[in-house]
């Protein structure tokens, strides 16, 4: 039961461009939704994320787009660099149990590739 | 400030060895996790912590156990290591963010990753 997906394993874009990262999710239930960014060898990264109750969340050369209809959200990198190749993953947060801690449920990543 | 640091960095064993992952932050952080991500898999939550003390289960606990003996520490167990736990784990660790008279967790709060381990089980 997967319920992050992350349909496109790769993406090509050329620097400058707009990159778009695309993310669907089933489970109602989550409260947040978070973006991680992971180079080869390194842990994942926080770069951002968007409440359940917004649209919109925007940090410079990042802006998370939030479809709730849909149970889609979507990463928007413009211009995108070429520093920004790297595997970028999704990620549902949802509150676990009656207590105050919260659990992530991660998509498969999406490896983008930024040509200089 | 070292943030998450995971010990060790490598680790090869073969099937039914034990070992145990060492995962610590100073950043005086309540909540720590242990995840593993497999190809195509993504990152799935094996156990994780509320504090001091408490443990819980996640997605994927079989075959590991872990221990919070300190704030600054989670361990990760295996005590029968089997190929299928041929992985690379990853740990995290998150705050928890009083807002008023009631502690809330900071849902805001993004979880913190050290680098990880690469375990190989022959």
């Known amino acids: 039961d997967q319920q992050v997906k992350q349909n496109s394993p790769s993406l090509s874009v050329q620097e400058g461009r707009i990159s778009i990262l695309n993310c669907d999710y089933t489970?109602?239930?989550?409260?947040?939704f978070l973006w991680y960014k992971k180079y080869p060898a390194e842990g994942p990264t926080f770069l951002i994320s968007?409440?359940?109750?917004?649209d919109k969340n925007e940090d410079g050369r990042f802006t998370v787009f939030l479809n709730k209809s849909a149970k889609h959200l979507s990463l928007h990198i413009v211009p995108s660099q070429p520093g920004d190749s790297a595997v970028y993953f999704c990620?549902?947060?949802?509150?676990?149990?009656?207590?105050?801690?919260?659990?992530?449920?991660f998509g498969q990543g999406t490896t983008l590739q930024v040509k200089p | 400030n070292a943030g998450v640091t995971q010990t060790p960095k490598f680790r090869v064993l073969k099937t039914g060895q034990s070992m145990t992952l060492l995962c610590a932050q100073d950043?005086?952080?309540?909540?720590m996790y242990w995840y593993r991500q497999d190809p195509g898999m993504g990152l799935r939550l094996i156990h994780y912590?509320?504090?001091?003390?408490?443990?819980a289960k996640g997605e994927v606990p079989d075959g590991y156990n872990v221990s919070r003996l300190k704030k600054q520490n989670f361990l990760l167990g295996l005590e029968s290591a089997a190929p299928s736990q041929t992985s690379v784990y990853f740990c995290?660790?998150?705050?928890?963010?009083?807002?008023?008279?009631?502690?809330?967790?900071?849902?805001?709060?993004?979880?913190?990753f050290g680098p990880g381990t690469r375990l190989t089980v022959l």
């Open positions: 995290a660790s998150s705050s928890k963010r009083s807002r008023g008279l009631k502690n809330i967790t900071s849902l805001r709060s993004p979880q913190y």
């Open positions: 489970n109602s239930m989550f409260d947040y």
């Open positions: 968007i409440s359940s109750i917004k």
């Open positions: 990620a549902g947060h949802v509150r676990v149990g009656s207590g105050n801690t919260g659990k992530l449920i």
């Open positions: 950043m005086n952080h309540e909540y």
């Open positions: 912590s509320v504090g001091e003390g408490t443990t």
